[in-house]
């Protein structure tokens, strides 16, 4: 069946480093979803991409979709505290697979 | 919109007792879906419902059983829990299985001793 793998497990950066997280699926994807989870708390949805290449941002966070569909990426830049939490990448090929999170760690 | 609401927060079960997590939405949504959240691996799909009177089965469903009697309730049984079932769970909810966002609810911490 579909696996999504996601590197790292866990990240610490100071504050003001920048993050990448990577998102690996088995088969090609309709779309792909990222999450955010803050700790002690729910995910959050953040974005969603569909098309091969694609390329959106939302401030200091840059999401891409590979363009054979199996794989994204999210960059923050910058990081601040506020950024603390796990991102997911979920991957959609007509069922919804959730990657294991990244962790992300911000010292100030 | 309270979104999606879960009920209870925190559970203590015993093993072989049985419970209901309850998870209702108010947003119309036709897809809902159980998740349990176990440290280091991510969000394991438990059973999802595509609209009222439909029910199929994710990843991890042993142990748990679902009905979806309306749009809006999406309840999760445990039918004899078990210490491997001491986990986070969450339901979520969507317009439909994968086109759009997930919208979570804030999760039920459940302890099997």
């Known amino acids: 069946g579909q696996q999504v793998m996601q590197i790292p497990q866990y990240q610490h950066v100071q504050e003001g480093e920048d993050f990448t997280t990577y998102c690996n699926s088995s088969t090609t994807l309709s779309n792909i979803q990222w999450y955010k989870q803050r700790p002690g708390g729910h995910p959050v949805f953040l974005i969603q991409?569909?098309?091969?290449?694609e390329v959106k941002k939302q401030k200091r966070l840059t999401f891409q979709f590979g363009e054979a569909k199996k794989n994204s990426s999210l960059h923050i830049t910058a990081t601040q505290t506020t950024d603390v939490g796990t991102y997911f990448c979920?991957?959609?090929?007509?069922?919804?697979?959730f990657g294991a999170g990244t962790r992300l760690t911000v010292k100030p | 919109n309270a979104g999606v609401t879960q009920t209870p927060k925190f559970q203590v079960l015993k093993t072989g007792q049985s419970m209901t997590l309850q998870c209702a939405q108010d947003?119309?949504?036709?897809?809902m879906s159980w998740y349990r959240q176990d440290p280091g691996m991510g969000l394991r799909l438990i059973h999802y419902?595509?609209?009222?009177?439909?029910?199929d089965q994710g990843e991890v469903p042993n142990g748990y059983n679902v009905s979806r009697s309306t749009t809006e309730d999406f309840p999760l049984r445990l039918l004899s829990a078990a210490p491997s079932q001491t986990s986070v769970y969450f339901c979520?909810?969507?317009?439909?299985?994968?086109?759009?966002?997930?919208?979570f609810g804030s999760g039920t911490r459940l302890t099997v001793v």
């Open positions: 947003m119309n949504h036709e897809y």
């Open positions: 979920a991957g959609n090929n007509n069922d919804m697979r």
């Open positions: 991409l569909v098309k091969s290449g």
């Open positions: 979520a909810s969507s317009q439909d299985i994968g086109g759009y966002g997930y919208t």
């Open positions: 419902s595509v609209g009222a009177g439909i029910t």
